[in-house]
T-cell receptor
Framework: GQQLNQSPQSMFIQEGEDVSMNCTSS?????WLWYKQEPGEGPVLLIA?????ELTSNGRLTAQFGITRKDSFLNISASIPSDVGIYFC??????????FGKGNQVVVIP | DSGVTQTPKHLITATGQRVTLRCSPR?????VYWYQQSLDQGLQFLIQ???????AKGNILERFSAQQFPDLHSELNLSSLELGDSALYFC?????????????FGPGTRLTVL
């Protein structure tokens, strides 16, 4: 099956700092999605990327769709305590199916 | 709130039993997807339905089955449960005509098999 690798697995950051996370795959995807999951909740869609090279922002979040279509990154600027959660990348393949990375756990230290 | 609802929120049962998880998609969404989330495997796609018909199958065990009803709600049936089936089960739906498959997830059902 499709495998997505997210790094690093967990990050402890100081409030106010920027944080970047990466997602790579050996497969090509036509769409990349970034989700955030908080405890006891389902994943929430943050950003969707549809075109290789595309850079998209949503508030303090910025994500890019890699030129090779095999990777994507997500950046959170000026982190705040409510940014805590698990961030998942997902690639769309086949018949509109999603393959997910294992997630990055972000902890923001006030 | 994504607009996708799932019941029950928690389910505790014993090995060998059968359970049914229920999902109602967002209003107007025809596609429903089921996922299993466990600590070691992460989020795994199980099965997709579109307007009542099975559209795609992922890593779904033969002991599991699903269906989508005319009112578009979906049920995931898990039978002969094993300890390893303990996980979070999510349902997601996507908008009609969504070329880019933006899936919106429900809050999940936490299944514990004892």
């Amino acid at each position: 099956g499709q495998q997505l690798n997210q790094s690093p697995q967990s990050m402890f950051i100081q409030e106010g700092e920027d944080v970047s996370m990466n997602c790579t795959s050996s497969s090509i995807f036509n769409t990349w999605l970034w989700y955030k999951q908080e405890p006891g909740e389902g994943p929430v869609l943050l950003i969707a990327l549809y075109k290789a090279g595309e850079l998209t922002s949503n508030g303090r979040l910025t994500a890019q769709f890699g030129i090779t279509r095999k990777d994507s990154f997500l950046n959170i600027s000026a982190s705040i305590p409510s940014d805590v959660g698990i961030y998942f990348c997902a690639g769309v393949y086949g018949n509109n199916r999603l393959a997910f990375g294992k997630g990055n756990q972000v902890v923001v230290i006030p | 709130d994504s607009g996708v609802t799932q019941t029950p929120k928690h389910l505790i049962t014993a090995t060998g039993q059968r359970v049914t998880l229920r999902c109602s998609p967002r209003s107007g969404d025809l596609s429903v997807y089921w996922y299993q989330q466990s600590l070691d495997q992460g989020l795994q796609f199980l099965i997709q339905y579109y307007n009542g018909e099975e559209r795609a199958k992922g890593n779904i065990l033969e002991r599991f089955s699903a269906q989508q009803f005319p009112d578009l709600h979906s049920e995931l049936n898990l039978s002969s449960l094993e300890l390893g089936d303990s996980a979070l089960y999510f349902c997601a739906s996507s908008p009609v005509g969504s070329v880019y498959n933006e899936q919106f997830f429900g809050p999940g059902t936490r299944l514990t098999v004892l």
